[in-house]
């Protein structure tokens, strides 16, 4: 069983930085997609950011320019460093990992930017 461990979410102010966290337990995490999703209060589930095992990303058009997606495959962690946070990207944050048809989810870990 697959377990995701996020961390680093926070209270922050428009305009700050975040940088969240994720490790993976398991093998192979090289060969996984790995991506980063949000959900705020009273809304879906939505993608944030996605990275490939080769290193492809890929970007909601809220958050292209201002969030980056990594990987380190020697530390079975990825990360998403938010800048220029705004108070629309308060949400749970959560990390995914997909194996080809099965998903495993991470707890989640709050960002809160107040308005």
């Known amino acids: 069983q697959v377990q995701l461990v996020e961390s680093g979410g926070d209270l922050v102010q428009p305009g700050g930085s975040l940088r969240l966290s994720c490790a993976a337990s398991?093998?192979?995490?090289?060969?996984?997609?790995m991506g980063w999703y949000r959900q705020a209060p009273g809304k879906q589930r939505e993608l944030v950011a996605s990275i490939t095992s080769d290193g492809s990303t890929t970007y909601a058009d809220s958050v292209k320019g201002r969030f980056t997606i990594s990987r380190v495959n020697a530390k079975n962690t990825v990360y998403l460093q938010m800048n220029s946070l705004r108070s629309d990207d308060t949400a749970v944050y959560y990390c995914?990992?997909?194996?080809?048809?099965?998903?495993?989810w991470g707890q989640g870990t709050q960002v809160t930017v107040p308005s």
């Open positions: 398991g093998s192979f995490f090289s060969m996984y997609v």
């Open positions: 995914n990992q997909n194996r080809g048809g099965y998903e495993f």
